[in-house]
């Protein structure tokens, strides 16, 4: 046997200790990054017109993924501040995080004391929790942006958002989307608040949140070992495939590709009871066993529509479609069950590399389909959506629908005009060339990104022609439904 030189195990042994380091380094602080001032941008040139500014200092602080750190904040427009207070702040996502030098926060609004405190901010509701989104893949800046403007319109709740600028330690960070957080209140998920106490019959019903989603990042789960590590204390996992096959199960542990966990969102891992746990459970298995059982011969009654709001279901197919979202259905995916009421889908979540931004968003083909041209990734669409496309009174409701919001909100006109109302903000202030003379990546490939414009221009062009292909695509195929 020929043998290996005497410094190769060197050099392995130099590769994995570059890679423990490199693996380290995405989960240290965030530095303090002054190099973007080098246009001479200040906070007094900014806050001037509509568009708002909103200032952190962290005091000398770096920024961690986590936990938060405490922070001082205002928020400046039309010349007068007109928000100011303490917040705590720590680095936000999972994949964005660790490939792009635009960071995105999450942000809690805190009083004298650190604690949390709900705040309205810049006309939204009260709440504590917040997001600085900072597009930078997605050079048009709008595609989250644009797609919850258009779920609001067809009256499904999405997070409000609100285009603004960012100051951080005095160093200009760009344009930012200040956004909500999807949570459970009055305002926003409105479903009962489930106590732990809640165990008879009829307030054990309601309400959860629960998410299909990687295990970091986003769901402030970094501490259970990454994105694809789940256990039973923080999700329960279907008994079916994403084929709709019975699952032989082995104990939790990492994510295999035909494995579909429920991530419980409200109440969270520390506030669910086992009770709460066995009923959620329960409810989802009896919908996939009555969607797998039924018989879709015309006639024939549907049972898995006693468990779900099929409407609701309809409208999440058609937003998500709308978009070719490569994560929808699989990751970043919200559903949600009120006291007494059926299991519904959405909101709607993470749109920023849908709409023909990454090459797995195709204006021709279904994501619903996605497995079968993306058989070995880890997350996977599970088998509802397959299964409900079967039923031709599923496909009738969609084909209602969506003819109904393409004679309205899902028109050509109204998609545009959406886009350019949100545009006029950012060009009357002139945030768009800001932006980009902070982050210089006009005309230079980022990961997921399948098409780059030379300029600003051509990257919205690009948008405005992958979506009318996109719905004349979907005219087509839901006609012949």
């Known amino acids: 046997m020929k043998r290996l030189p005497l410094f190769f195990p060197v050099l392995i042994l130099l590769f994995f200790s570059f890679i423990a ?7 240290t602080p965030d530095p303090i990054d002054n190099s973007g001032n080098k246009e001479g941008i200040q906070l007094d040139d900014l806050g001037t017109a509509d568009l708002p500014v909103i200032s952190i200092f962290t005091n000398g602080q770096a920024i961690p993924n986590e936990p938060k750190v405490p922070a ?30 635009k960071k995105s926060y999450g942000l809690e609004t805190w ?24 597009p930078y893949a997605d050079k048009t800046l709008l595609r989250n942006i644009l797609m919850y403007d258009l779920s609001n319109q067809i009256g499904v709740y999405a997070a409000r958002t609100q285009f603004v600028e960012v100051m951080l330690n005095e160093t200009y960070m760009g344009v930012y989307v200040f956004m909500e957080k999807l949570k459970r209140d009055n305002d926003r998920i409105d479903i009962k608040r489930l106590e732990m106490t809640d165990m008879d019959a009829e307030s054990i019903t309601g309400g959860y949140i629960l998410k299909i989603d990687k295990t970091s990042g986003d769901n402030d789960n970094d501490d259970w070992g990454g994105d694809a590590i789940y256990t039973e204390d923080m999700s329960f996992r279907s008994d079916y495939d994403t084929n709709g096959e019975a699952l032989s199960f082995a104990p939790f542990g990492g994510k295999q590709g035909q494995e579909t966990y429920f991530l419980y969102e409200y109440p969270d891992v520390d506030d669910i009871t086992n009770q709460q746990r066995d009923y959620i459970k329960k409810y989802i298995d009896d919908f996939e066993d009555a969607l797998l059982s039924d018989d879709f011969s015309n006639g024939m009654e549907r049972t898995y529509t006693d468990y779900i709001s099929v409407k609701s279901f309809t409208r999440f197919f058609i937003l998500n479609e709308l978009a070719a979202n490569p994560d929808a259905y699989r ?17 709607i979540w993470d749109f920023n590399i849908a709409l023909g931004m990454d090459g797995r968003s195709q204006p021709n083909q279904w994501i619903y389909q996605y497995n079968e041209r ?13 299964r409900l496309l079967e039923d031709p009174l599923f496909r009738t409701e969609i084909k209602t629908q969506w003819q109904n919001y393409r004679a309205n909100e899902l028109s050509n006109a109204n998609i545009n005009a959406t886009i350019e109302d949100r545009l006029e903000l950012l060009e009357q202030n002139n945030a768009i060339d800001r932006n980009f003379e902070r982050w210089d990546v006009l005309g230079v490939g980022l990961p997921f990104n399948s098409f780059v414009g030379k300029d600003y221009e051509e990257e919205l062009a690009y948008l405005k022609d992958w979506l009318e292909d996109r719905v004349a695509w979907m005219d087509s195929e839901i006609g012949r439904w």
């Open 331 to 347: 990751i970043s995916t919200f559903l949600y069950k009120d006291r007494d009421k059926k299991l519904r889908m959405g909101p």
């Open 111 to 134: 009083d004298s004391n650190n604690k949390d405190l709900d705040v309205a901010l810049l006309g939204f509701p009260e709440e504590e929790d917040w997001i600085l989104y900072g």
């Open 374 to 386: 993306v058989p070995n990734d880890t997350w996977l669409v599970h088998f509802w959506w397959t």
């Open 72 to 101: 001082d904040y205002s928020i400046k427009q039309n010349n007068n501040t007109i928000a100011t207070g303490r917040i705590g702040i720590e680095l936000r996502g999972s994949t964005s995080r660790r490939l792009f030098e």
């Open 21 to 27: 380091c490199e693996d380290e380094k995405m989960d």
